[in-house]
């Protein structure tokens, strides 16, 4: 089983829909990230949390420690938010362990 | 600032040849990292450096060398390329120790091929 699972794996939307990306993680963390992917590829940090919630523009971001799980919300969803999600948490001091990604298609 | 800067882009070898990926930082960040991409996969972690001149192995090292000799400079080596290898390479940067956080900072990805 993989420390890191993120559901769904494949998401479209329409544009405007609110969507939420889920990830469970299995061991104690020290913070989790949430991570963009460009459809050409680069990837960008868009949150770094440890408890609580952290909202950023149309997201927000959300962890619950004791039931090991975040979410990521997109309100008022736009084609230019269709990207691969990345869940990552952090193990230990240097170590990020990262999910399988959400690929979020957001139609017009 | 130019951030994360991996070079080359785009690679093709054939099984048993070496090359190297550059990446250059221009953040002064202590800590770099390679990890490489595999479809379904989510990146994992190659090498890791947390300073100039120091080096760790990651998840998946075998097969790869690393080195540090500047800081600003993190270099990935492949010494006889298998087609195993062929995936997409990122290389990432943080400063953990300055800033707080260990929000990592990507470059664009090497796309490698291994015929």
């Known amino acids: 089983k993989n420390e890191v699972e993120q559901s769904p794996q494949n998401l479209t939307a329409q544009e405007g829909e609110f969507i939420t990306i889920n990830c469970s993680y299995s061991v104690g963390i020290s913070a989790l990230h949430w991570l963009q992917q460009h459809p050409g590829g680069g990837i960008v940090s868009l949150f770094m949390l440890s408890s609580g919630k952290k909202k950023h523009g149309r997201l927000i971001a959300t962890i619950n420690i004791q039931e090991k799980h975040s979410s990521l919300h997109i309100t008022a969803s736009h084609p230019r938010d269709s990207a691969v999600y990345i869940c990552?948490?952090?193990?230990?001091?240097?170590?990020?362990?990262f999910g399988q990604g959400t690929r979020l298609t957001i139609n017009p | 600032n130019a951030g994360v800067t991996q070079t080359p882009k785009f690679r093709v070898l054939k099984t048993g040849q070496s090359m190297t990926l550059l990446c250059a930082q221009d953040m002064n960040h202590e800590y770099m990292y390679w990890y490489r991409q595999d479809p379904g996969m989510g990146l994992r972690l190659i090498h890791y450096s947390v300073g100039e001149g120091t080096t760790a192995k990651g998840e998946v090292p075998d097969g790869y060398n690393v080195s540090r000799l500047k800081k600003q400079n993190f270099l990935l080596g492949l010494e006889s390329a298998a087609p195993s290898q062929t995936s997409v390479y990122f290389c990432?940067?943080?400063?953990?120790?300055?800033?707080?956080?260990?929000?990592?900072?990507f470059g664009a990805g090497t796309r490698l091929s291994v015929l």
């Open positions: 990432a940067s943080s400063s953990p120790r300055t800033s707080g956080t260990d929000i990592q900072y």
């Open positions: 990552a948490v952090r193990l230990g001091a240097q170590k990020l362990v």
